[in-house]
């Protein structure tokens, strides 16, 4: 089952039971929420994290941690802006001095400024967003999960001035080499586009399930796929080659019970990192996929994660029982524990800023 799907049945199974409240009786652990508009202090090397929220609840935030806070800063959009970010926020990327927050389920895309977190445009029209990747100053790619198409958007207006029609559910993206490289959780291809043109210009067969891409020092782009157990199709990473449009190395898992997401990779783009239950690491050099976990679960919840660029610590996000907040372990490069926090609900992602 699909991270986003199971988010979706669990929060439907938690409200026919009657236990999806989100007041005192279910969040014992949640401290007073700050309603004063934060300034996030430039240069604090902090870490924003994205928190899906409960499916059609619309308590989706954004949150701030900063080493030496006492706690994370639970929402910083709704006290900036007098209303809620929206319901589920997907994904964040920071281009041009500003925050893209890409909200899933009430179909837009809010557009704020990073230290005051004060809401300077908002992009809507989408059907349900996952990913933007902007291309050039003035465009982006926006992929879907319902569209059957990756929306093009004008970044100064706002607008969608049009569309590049790709079948299935469009993921993550990556820009290299002037293309745009888009993943595709239900067809077993990585699709290139011409920035140019606005149009497919090729697909790249890889494994069933594809989402994560990241690029390497070397230039190359690495593919996580998730597989299908139904199917038969185990997991498979994927090293490949963007000038020739080629898969150069292909690694399976070796359960049809492996089930990887959130591929991720270090600052100095050498070292992979990805979820599978644990936390498992492995160098752009290995030819063989890890089989002892760098960071053990132990029981819990991993949902997010993400590397400092800077200091290599590794951000692994708990989601407990996706109703309550969840919690964000810190670990050092060397795996030991380093601190945790609350987060909101549903900790998804980590961005670094700046």
Known sequence: MTAFLRICWVVLVSSALGILSIGSGCRKDRPPIKTEPVKIPVGSDG???????????????????????????EDLFKP?????????????????NRFYIVVNNSGKIEVVHPVTFAATATFTGFISP?????????????????AQAISIVNLATGHLTGSIPCPGWTEELR?????????????????????QQDVVVDSIPVG???????????GKLWVLCSG????????????????????????????????PWRLDINGTLDTLYFLNGDVYRMSITETTLPSIPFISAQGRNF???????????????????????????????????????????????FYFFP
């Open 130 to 146: 996952r990913y933007i990747q902007p291309v050039s100053n003035a465009k982006a790619y926006v992929t879907d999960l319902y």
């Open 208 to 218: 069933y399930g594809a989402q994560s891409i990241v690029e390497d020092k070397n």
């Open 228 to 259: 299908h157990s139904d199917s038969g199709e185990k997991a498979s990473l994927h090293r490949m080659d963007p000038v020739h449009h080629w898969v150069e190395s292909t690694l399976e898992f070796p359960s049809l019970n492996d089930a």
């Open 175 to 195: 820009l290299a080499y002037g293309k745009v490289f888009v993943t595709n959780r239900s067809r077993p291809f990585v699709y290139v586009i011409n920035t």
């Open 80 to 96: 900036a802006n007098n209303r809620p970010l929206g319901d589920v926020c997907q994904s964040m990327y920071v281009f041009n």
């Open 303 to 349: 949902y997010g994660l993400g590397i400092h660029p800077r200091k290599g610590f590794v951000y692994v996000a708990d989601a407990l029982d996706y109703i309550q907040r969840g919690r964000v372990y810190v670990y050092r490069p060397d795996g030991s524990l380093h601190t945790s926090f609350l987060a909101g609900i549903i900790p998804g992602d």
């Open 47 to 73: 870490v924003f994290v994205s928190n899906e929220g409960n499916f059609m609840f619309g308590n989706a935030s954004i949150s701030y941690y900063a080493e030496g806070m006492e706690e994370a800063i």
